[in-house]
């Protein structure tokens, strides 16, 4: 079963199966949609073991019934991954079909240690060891949160940060992974085949960026994702 919930995971979560006996109805109570929605933060928890998901207000419809048969719940949230997101969808199955289409709504807590900033810190400023903090914070509403000073150390700082605020990923200069003209190893992967090119990188590039790679050997230009350096993946 963990395998099938990790397989949906971008869209929601599966639980697991009950059989009822033909010609009776199931009535879905509030306990069971709590319990349900309870193992789907739990597992979406386990996928961010920096981070502690759980429910500050959860607002549950009645309880509803469905017809008899074999039941699937399936938890889709509203932004991907969950944080940030006030409303969950929870779909119930009855032998394959959608029986019950309920829209719930909720406030998500996601508590993490994540770096603050310990002064007011200025556009341009190298950051070191004194300006840094960890603290626990709900970062449902931090797009690029940090959990380690050891990545910025010693980075600059695109834009200022005032005192106790996080320190966003967005904030600070990476240097380029992949410099303009600069050769790489194109990975190409296409289902559950994987293939290697040669190519020459038409752009600067960070972690995460897309950019425009030619390939050596047929001279045509792909674009690409940076993932570390000198390595440019591309999805087919």
Known sequence: ????ITLITLLGILLPATVVTAGEAQQISEERMSQVLSAYLAEESERLPQVELRFAKLHLPKPFEVPAGEIE????????????SRRLTLLTRVDGQVASNQSIRVDIEALAEIIIAAANLRRGE???QDDLVLQRQDISTVKQPLFSAAEILGKRLKRSVRLGQPVQRKQIDFPPLVARGERVTIKVSSGGLNLTASGEAQQDGRKDDTIRVMNSNSRK??????????LVTVEL
């Open 1 to 4: 079963m963990k395998l099938l």
């Open 73 to 84: 719940f399936q938890v889709i949230p509203a932004k991907p991954g969950v944080i940030g």
């Open 126 to 128: 190298v950051l070191d």
């Open 221 to 230: 230009v792909i674009l690409g994702r940076v993932v570390a350096p000198g």
